[in-house]
């Protein structure tokens, strides 16, 4: 027990390690949950379980929203079933992978966190305003991580639209083709009994389309994500000790993870040789062959206008 604790906390001291943060926060949340679940119900106290879920899950309820704000970003690290997290984790660890390596760690935030923040506003706003969901408004709530999960894909879609995944029994798909099935079974789900959580994932889905096609153009949606990520950083972080030589004061400070100076921000324009070197690297062994700086020098290549 003592080794997977440690295991965790080594991998919540990795500066760029983003992703996987994400997951384990999700399944700690997941575990504790589960744990009380049992508990609880054991004790004939169930009860006390559903108000502690009522207070993470996303309400579709105006009246009742306005009176638990957070949940507009509770919901989206919180899971009641087993199969819920196990598909979310894996969707969001596979394209997430992706624009962690094209990226940086602090897009994989961005286009969690407002995917999540996005679905859950679409989804209180289509509540509150179609007609067919006013018979199930007050009874309506909603949990997990899909809208931010479906987020990250559509963006590492959009990003790399033939990147290919070697899926079972079908062999390598692109990933444009597995972002688009997953948009439509949305789709057709939206009139379903869980019609608000696949509103939710369209929602998500879409800010990951806009982030990517805006950040190609130069402009990053994530910068309000990373401000907010400095200042938490900031606020633990331990003050180094002032050091004093003859009579210049120098302080030390390390940058934040969360700055916005990433790896793919240093990266300097790469010239022609060096992208068709790229080009050819990637037609003879494909993207997967590439470093994590090559990927960023050809990112930041397709910005240039």
Not at 158 to 168: G, Q, R, V
Not at 288 to 300: D, P, R, V
């Amino acid at each position: 027990m003592s080794n997977i604790v440690d295991d965790v906390k080594r991998e919540f001291a990795k500066s760029e390690n983003a992703l996987v943060k994400i997951i384990l926060i999700n399944t700690a949340v997941f575990l504790v949950l589960l744990l009380m679940k049992i508990i609880l119900t054991l004790s004939q106290s169930s009860n006390v379980y559903a108000a502690i879920i009522n207070t993470l899950q996303l309400p579709a309820a105006t009246g009742e929203f306005i009176h638990k704000p957070w949940t507009l970003i509770t919901y989206f690290f919180t899971h009641d079933d087993i199969f819920h997290i196990l598909f979310n984790m894996l969707f969001l660890y596979w394209f997430g992978k992706l624009v962690d390596e094209y990226l940086g760690a602090k897009r994989v935030i961005a286009l969690y966190i407002l995917g999540g923040i996005a679905g859950g506003m679409i989804y209180i706003v289509l509540y509150n305003i179609l007609p067919y969901f006013q018979a199930h408004i007050e009874g309506s709530r909603m949990l997990g991580a899909s809208a931010a999960a479906f987020s990250v894909a559509v963006g590492a879609s959009t990003l790399l639209p033939n990147y290919t995944f070697n899926l079972i029994f079908l062999g390598p798909v692109r990933i444009k083709f597995i972002a688009l099935f997953y948009i439509i079974l949305s789709l057709a789900q939206t009139v379903g009994p869980n019609a608000g959580g696949n509103l939710a994932h369209l929602a998500g889905a879409l800010i990951g389309y806009i982030f990517i096609k805006l950040l190609q153009s130069g402009t990053d949606l994530g910068k309000p994500i990373y401000a907010v990520m400095n200042g938490w950083s900031r606020m633990f972080r331990k003050r180094p000790s002032m050091q004093v030589t003859y009579r210049e004061k120098q302080v030390y400070r390390s940058t934040s993870v969360y700055s916005s100076s990433s790896p793919s921000g240093t990266i300097e324009m790469p010239d022609q040789i060096e992208i068709d070197t790229i080009l050819d690297k990637i037609s003879k062994s494909g993207y997967e062959s590439l470093t994590k700086e090559e990927k960023q020098k050809l990112f930041k290549a397709s910005q240039q206008k």
